[in-house]
């Protein structure tokens, strides 16, 4: 049988979103949630090329809402999402590349306001596909390097 090593993670990681400008980002890792979630202060629906499209503000560093970056994405899905206190939000879902280690693949964003929550960015199941969780441990993987513009 030929198996991949799997990347082994722990309860909150760095990863990178290089699609969206962001070099480092701090997750939350979480098994009970099927999407990750990215905070977002605002976005605005559009059409360009007869498809919809988002553009959205994230502010990816923890208590810094000064440091913000915009992104235009097309828009994947609209979803319901229930949150663990059973509450629904209707959210636009987008699509992005993640880099967490050496792993690099494709993921589902929400976009989410966050900013009670102590991470800006919440990785769910779907994203950890290849991924085990090591819930009693933290930052497993090699954090990225930021570069300076």
Request: a positive charge; one cysteine or more.
């Amino acid at each position: 049988m030929n198996e991949q090593k799997q990347l082994i993670i722990g309860w909150k990681e760095w990863g990178a979103l290089p699609e969206l400008g962001i070099q480092r980002i701090h997750m939350k890792t979480d098994t009970g949630a099927k999407t990750s979630a990215i905070h977002t202060i605002e976005y605005a629906l559009y059409e360009k090329d007869d498809e919809e499209w988002v553009r959205f503000v994230v502010a990816p560093v923890q208590d810094d809402d000064d440091s913000q970056i915009e992104c235009h994405l097309p828009v994947k899905d609209k979803r319901t999402v229930t949150n663990s206190g059973g509450m629904k939000t209707h959210r636009i879902v987008v699509e992005t590349l993640l880099h967490i280690g050496d792993l690099q693949k494709r993921i589902e964003l929400t976009l989410a306001c966050r900013k009670k929550m102590k991470f800006r960015m919440l990785l769910g199941r779907q994203a950890m596909q290849g991924m085990s969780v090591r819930p009693d441990k933290a930052h497993l993987i090699k954090p990225p390097t930021k570069t300076k513009p």
